[in-house]
């Protein structure tokens, strides 16, 4: 039977995710705001979370209704037949979004859900479920519109960023699915070298090497949908094993994914990181400043996340920073295709390069842009400007 679902992703990713799940084999996909809508079986929200490296959640739609008032809202949220999604021992978290809901409180709004769930589950088994806010089994997600609400069960269950090989707490990596719609955005593929010089815990070569490797980046974690009714645990096991038959262990010709940082605890958690995803046979990492770097043959990709600062200080020293940045991409990295992710939209003018595209993007709440270059030999035009 056909399901409706909703795939979030990192404002800006919309339409690499809504690529990747039409090359699932989805139907109906439509980009929306800070998400793609799509179509399909059961199984392919499995697939979708298990294969997805760009969505955050896959929310699975159970239900909609018109509503005006709290009253409303819980009786369709009443009207929806629970017990038959998941089990009364199930822990549950209820969560709300709102774009332009007449509700004066959204905390209201989450409660008066949670009880309609509750009282469905106490009317018709006898029984209600625990609340767990912290880790529960099932998640409802309601949006709420001007007059409708929709209602959702989450099939990812712990947000589809974590794939279960980060080590250590880090200091502001990327988020793995941020990184790979960076990869994505910037139109790398395998088949040419990547490089990040500023690699910091990996995220971007892990992601790379992933795609390299053919590995699923849900692989090692569990999800959300096998605490659901539907879950079917030969099933899934069989579809984990498909994807699994697919990997590759190492590439063929040698690694063609670079990473470095001038840190030696980054290039540390970096080689950590990648034995942990399993694929550190596809990264070469090493220690090094971009500044003096040099850049490995042939020409490819150079894909980074430099650091930026919203502090006066930080924001100084990097302004000294970006200008030599700029002379070491032009003196060594000709025929390279450089894209940089930041916060710091003076970029383009500090490192005196003129972008050929800026893709804004959203890292949480921090509207941030991929500005790519093309790297020309000989002297280069210098017209940078902000945004
Ligand atoms: C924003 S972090 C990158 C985070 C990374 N994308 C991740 O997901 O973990 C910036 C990194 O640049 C490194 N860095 C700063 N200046 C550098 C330089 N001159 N040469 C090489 N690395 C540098 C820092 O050590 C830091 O790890």
Redesign the pocket.
């Known amino acids: 039977m056909t399901e409706r679902f909703f795939a979030s992703c990192p404002r800006g990713l919309e339409g690499e995710l809504a690529r990747e799940l039409d090359a699932l084999g989805a139907s109906g996909v439509v980009a929306a705001e800070g998400g793609v809508g799509f179509a399909g079986e059961l199984t392919l929200a499995c697939r979708a979370n298990l294969e997805s490296r760009i969505a955050s959640r896959v929310l699975w739609r159970v239900g909609a209704a018109a509503y005006r008032d709290e009253r409303d809202l819980h009786a369709a949220a009443r009207a929806i037949d629970w017990p038959r999604l998941f089990r009364p021992d199930r822990t549950l978290r209820v969560d709300v979004a709102a774009t332009r809901s007449p509700l004066g409180s959204l905390g209201f709004a989450t409660l008066t859900i949670k009880d309609a769930v509750c009282d469905r589950f106490r009317d018709e088994r006898g029984v209600r479920p625990s609340i767990d806010k912290r880790e529960p089994d099932v998640r409802v997600h309601a949006h709420l519109t001007e007059r409708e609400a929709t209602f959702y069960l989450d099939t990812s269950g712990e947000a589809l960023f974590k794939r279960g090989w980060r080590r250590s707490r880090?200091i502001?990596?990327?988020r793995e699915n941020l990184?790979a719609g960076l990869l994505a955005l910037a139109k790398w593929t395998p088949d040419e070298p990547l490089l990040?010089?500023?690699?910091?815990?990996?995220?971007?070569a892990i992601e790379a090497a992933l795609i390299a490797a053919r590995r699923a980046p849900g692989l090692t974690r569990s999800f959300g949908f096998q605490k659901l009714a539907w879950y079917d645990g030969p099933t899934w096991q069989r579809i984990r094993q498909a994807a699994r038959d697919r990997i590759v262990e190492a590439p063929a010709g040698g690694a063609s994914i670079f990473a470095?940082?001038?840190?030696a605890a980054?290039v540390e958690?970096t080689h950590a990181n990648l034995a942990a995803a399993e694929v550190a046979p596809f990264v070469e990492v090493a220690r090094?400043?971009?500044?003096d770097?040099a850049a490995p043959a042939p020409a490819g990709v150079l894909l980074?996340?430099?650091?930026?600062g919203v502090r006066v200080d930080e924001a100084d020293r990097l302004a000294a920073?970006y200008p030599r940045?700029g002379d070491a991409l032009k003196s060594r990295f000709a025929g390279w295709r450089v894209c940089l992710f930041t916060g710091d939209l003076r970029l383009p003018r500090l490192i005196g390069l003129k972008p050929e595209r800026r893709t804004p993007l959203w890292n949480g709440a921090l509207e941030c842009r991929l500005y790519a270059f093309r790297i020309v030999a000989g002297p280069m035009r210098v017209r940078g400007s902000g945004g």
């Open positions: 880090e502001a990596p990327l990184a990040d010089p500023m690699c910091g815990s990996g995220t971007i470095s940082d001038a840190s980054a958690r090094a400043d971009v500044l770097r980074a996340n430099p650091p930026y920073l940045l």
